[in-house]
């Protein structure tokens, strides 16, 4: 053949560590390029001087950070001419660098093979030289990739050779540019992962082959798979990433009946998966399989672009295709792998059926990235700080729950018994008259039993797991959600994790945790995510903006549904924040976070404009005897909403004292204004909801302490690098940050000490009493209501203990007064009207314990009552009169179309809030230059 031309495309973002090497190996090669380009993709690291440095000005293109690798190159071979048909394309990654012989022995077997049109390298690791990556990659049908190579394999000339593959690394790839041009390229749509594997499958289906040699290697650092550097071209984690186009690729490459095949496996698959992940306790790979899947079904019409711009050809390249792709048998085993890699304990497996063994949440320190890959899982998990914090609020809210672990059911304070499972909360929330509740009720069930339910629905039915998990699992979830959402704020890894510790072990948690406020729980823990969404809001680039906006309101739509109190809070705050600062879209943004909740709660959010106090309320029971009649201002300034379970001032007041050391600060004047403005805030809330009365009881303020304990939190974290330089000073400067920082640290110390040696002290038990005794549920039939009577108080249960929100539910008045007056006559004894309890289908009578003798025998004296038991589990009276049933009211004609739309809408704005391809504005591209040889001068 003639000699061909050879074009080298470059493409750099933020890989200065890799860049200087790959250069090195590029112009040591055997045979030299006829061109090469640099593309750099808005590098902060110097990639893009070293690129200058290398190639001349003239031959670099700079691109934003949003450019993808498929934009890049297409960017760079747009400016360069064809150079004929023997022209073929030589792409590098930045952290991809390849031997001395390597293009030399990639363009041998290109002229031997006249219909090869892409030839690959050898990859091997980039530290351990000696370890194999790829040596061709094949794709199953559910979209896993398959190296065809044992976990850790080193390179001993096993699979040495020249051999066709499905398809092969874009790091190193050789390719012919009249098929490129032909088959249209990289796809734009896969800006990381799998666009070589839809590359190379779209050459397949036009009648070419794809050829891997090992003659040719490379060493490859997969930078992006494996987060040594941050991903900017895509606002999805890496595995959503890859798991969403490698189905992407599949659906679109199958023909349509393998593709239907397909689907259905992959649909099935990825449920099972994210019930592993969710046995296996990694949430966020069973997030990533459920949004990756999502992302595919939702955009159908994408899909079918997609397969129309591939049909030509597809049917006849299926069969060349379908003997490299994984056989099925593969896929069962890898099942099995998995599921012993649970088992074991072992690390969790990605989208392209590898262990994340060098792979680490971005913010992590470097080193976490660096993790060797026969290092133990265990130790790997244990060496994160986050989960270390994680682990010891864990072991602090399990000694200091000891007393609640035990028992048969959760109840006691504002929560309920905790009874039923599922099914039952889902048939409370989508019923349209509650005629179970009870005298019956048609208003509109509480939100938050949705949320319950489907959290209950992802614990297999056990309400009781999803409610101890929200309440009794909320100090350590409040640690992880406030370690996350600090990731982006607080730089240091020690004061995130001081910050996260220190609000999770704040008073208001464990007074929730005490008096069964499952409201205020959810909210603690959802307050640290609300500030982290709330700042990308109001300081993301629009697109990123919005999408952070879509999620901020689902979230708070959860908040509200709890504790209607949260939204004029957040709503509060964000208007204040664009009164300061408006950045382009922010108020569209904000809008959007604002009206989600209302759309979502809109019919019965309605309802708490007509009755503005229960704004005040939360979800559970209003008891008095759980809020403090007067709390002093002592207890507000230790961020202490008061009531039971609560600590003493002196555990809160060293984080008080801290945050009023950093008003000596000068340098940090605005963080202080703002977290002190924040706390400020919270507690003037605070004061207001106290003083407020609600059914003859003052409200609980623990969310807006909350929002204060945020503040100062946040505050006191994002200064300690301030103390850190003044402990360096020496000198008295020294002493003070030494004595500030002992100040600050016994905080959580003394908190965690002081609630594992009190434990829970409070209403909330571990074995509640059922409401309904048994011989009152074992002979309620055909729906026969029972009314139960405690001291001068009295409620009516319709054959069970109620559900999580059916006390809350308003009744008829008139019912309600009907049997009101009739109860009061047979507890006074002036003999109540038990016909208008037969009419509200009331058969039975119960006394809780102790029963007074008096009451007792009231009850006994009285002509319509029949004694059925009494003794120290309570009394049991039936009624002489014959129970007339009251015929059930139809459903509300609007209240299930609503729940349906409610249901589109949830998903709907799950796929706006999911993170997607971030892009911004195309850059006006320069002028094309011409290309000169590869350093020609330097050569010389």
């Known amino acids: 053949m003639s000699r061909p031309y050879v074009t080298v495309v470059v493409v750099a973002h933020d890989g200065g560590r890799w860049l200087g090497e790959t250069l090195r190996a590029l112009v040591s090669q055997s045979r030299r390029p006829d061109r090469v380009i640099g593309v750099d993709n808005g590098s902060r690291d110097g990639s893009a001087d070293l690129l200058v440095q290398a190639l001349g000005r003239g031959n670099v293109i700079s691109l934003p950070r949003s450019a993808a690798f498929a934009e890049s190159v297409a960017e760079a071979l747009g400016r360069l001419p064809s150079a004929g048909p023997d022209e073929w394309i030589w792409l590098l990654h930045d952290d991809c660098a390849p031997d001395r012989w390597a293009l030399e022995a990639l363009l041998a077997v290109a002229g031997q093979e006249p219909k090869a049109a892409v030839v690959g390298p050898k990859l091997r690791d980039w530290l351990d030289r000696r370890r194999l990556l790829e040596v061709g990659v094949t794709v199953g049908r559910t979209g896993r990739r398959d190296t065809g190579l044992e976990p850790h394999e080193f390179d001993q000339g096993q699979h040495d050779g020249v051999r066709e593959v499905m398809s092969v690394s874009t790091a190193g790839m050789l390719v012919r540019r009249d098929v490129w041009e032909t088959v249209g390229g990289l796809d734009p749509f896969l800006p990381l992962f799998r666009d070589d594997l839809d590359l190379c499958w779209r050459i397949r289906n036009a009648g070419h082959k794809v050829l891997v040699t090992t003659s040719a290697v490379a060493w490859h650092a997969e930078a992006a798979a494996r987060r040594r550097r ?51 306790k990694q949430p966020a790979n069973a997030l990533d399989e459920l949004v990756a899947m999502g992302s595919v079904l939702v955009h159908p019409f994408r899909l079918v672009r997609a397969r129309r711009a591939r049909r030509y050809g597809r049917k006849k390249g299926y069969i060349r295709v379908k003997r490299l792709m994984t056989p099925p048998g593969a896929a069962y085993r890898r099942l099995v792998d998995m599921v012993q890699s649970f088992l074991a304990g072992g690390a969790p497996v990605d989208a392209a059926g590898r262990h994340h063994h060098a792979a680490a949440p971005s913010g992590e320190d470097e080193e976490q990235a660096l993790v060797p890959a026969d290092s133990g899982a265990v130790k790997r998990f244990l060496s994160r700080p986050g989960v270390v914090l994680m682990l010891a609020l864990a072991a602090v809210s399990l000694v200091a729950e000891r007393s609640l ?75 992880a959600t406030a370690y996350l959402a600090t990731r982006h704020v607080v730089p240091a890894v020690p004061a995130r994790a001081w910050a996260a510790g220190t609000y999770a072990l704040l008073p208001v948690a464990t007074g929730a945790v005490a008096a069964g406020r499952l409201g205020t729980a959810v909210v603690f823990v959802l307050v640290p995510v609300y500030a982290s969404l709330g700042t990308t809001v109001l300081s993301a680039e629009p697109r990123r903006a919005r999408r952070a906006a879509w999620a901020l309101g689902l979230l708070l739509a959860v908040g509200t549904a709890f504790v209607p109190l949260t939204y004029p809070m957040v709503a509060v705050l964000g208007v204040a924040a664009l009164a300061v600062r408006r950045p382009r879209g922010a108020v569209t943004s904000v809008a959007v976070a604002l009206l989600v909740p209302v759309a979502l709660l809109l019919p019965w959010l309605a309802g708490l404009v007509t009755e503005p106090g229960r704004i005040l309320r939360e979800a559970g029971l209003h008891d008095p005897a759980l809020v403090d009649a007067a709390l002093g201002p002592e207890s507000l300034l230790a961020l202490s909403p008061g009531g039971p379970g ?187 009207d038990a016909a208008t309890l037969a009419q509200q289908g009331i058969a039975m009578v119960a006394v809780a314990p102790p029963v007074p003798q008096g009451l007792a025998r009231t009850l006994d004296s009285q002509p319509s009552l029949e004694r059925l038991s009494l003794s120290e589990a309570g009394g049991l009276w039936r009624l002489a009169e014959p129970v007339t049933r009251v015929p059930v009211r139809p459903e509300s004609v609007l209240y299930r179309p609503w729940l349906w739309a409610q249901g589109v809408m949830v998903l709907v704005m799950v796929v706006l809030a999911a993170p997607g391809r971030r892009e911004s504005p195309q850059e006006t591209p320069a002028e094309p230059v011409p290309v000169a040889p590869l350093l020609a001068a330097r050569a010389s």
Request: aromatic share 8%; hydrophobic share 55%.
């Open 646 to 832: 609560l600590p003493p001032f002196w555990v809160t007041a060293g984080l008080l004292v801290t945050a009023l050391a950093a008003l000596l600060m000068r340098r940090q004047r605005t963080i202080v204004a703002i977290g002190w403005g924040v706390a400020l805030y919270g507690t003037l809330v605070a004061i207001l909801v106290s003083r407020i009365e609600i059914e003859g009881a003052r409200a609980w303020p623990g969310v807006p302490l909350a929002f204060a304990g945020t503040g100062l939190v946040v505050l006191v974290a994002l200064t300690a690098h301030r103390l850190t330089e003044l402990r360096a000073g020496g000198g008295l400067r020294r002493l003070g940050a030494t004595a500030v920082v002992a100040v600050a640290f016994s905080t959580p110390l003394l908190a965690a000490g002081w609630w594992v040696a009190t434990g829970v002290r409070g209403p909330l038990t571990g074995d509640a009493p059922d409401v309904l005794p048994a011989l009152a549920a074992a002979r309620s039939q055909h729906g026969e209501r029972t009314l139960v009577v405690k001291g001068s108080a009295f409620t009516v249960l319709h054959g069970r203990t109620p559900l999580l929100g059916e006390a809350e539910l308003p009744v008829p008045a008139e019912a309600a007064a009907r049997v009101a007056t009739a109860a009061q006559g047979l507890i006074g004894g002036r003999g109540g």
């Open 405 to 479: 672990l035990l028992g048969d059911r959760l109840g006691g304070g504002a929560l309920v018994p905790v009874t039923g499972g599922a099914g039952d909360l889902w048939a409370f929330y989508t019923e349209g008259f509650h005629d179970g509740v009870g005298l019956g009720s048609d208003a509109w069930a509480p939100p938050y039993v949705a949320v319950v339910a489907a959290l209950s629905t992802l614990a297999l039915g056990k309400t009781w797991l999803a409610v101890s998990v929200l309440l009794l699992g909320s100090v350590p979830l409040a640690g």
């Open 230 to 280: 941050r991903i900017t071209v895509s606002g999805d984690h890496p595995r959503r990433l890859d798991r969403r186009n490698a189905i992407f690729v599949v659906m679109a490459n199958l023909p349509f009946r393998a593709m239907l095949w397909a689907l259905l496996r992959n649909v099935l698959g990825s449920a099972f998966r994210t019930l592993m992940f969710i046995v296996g």
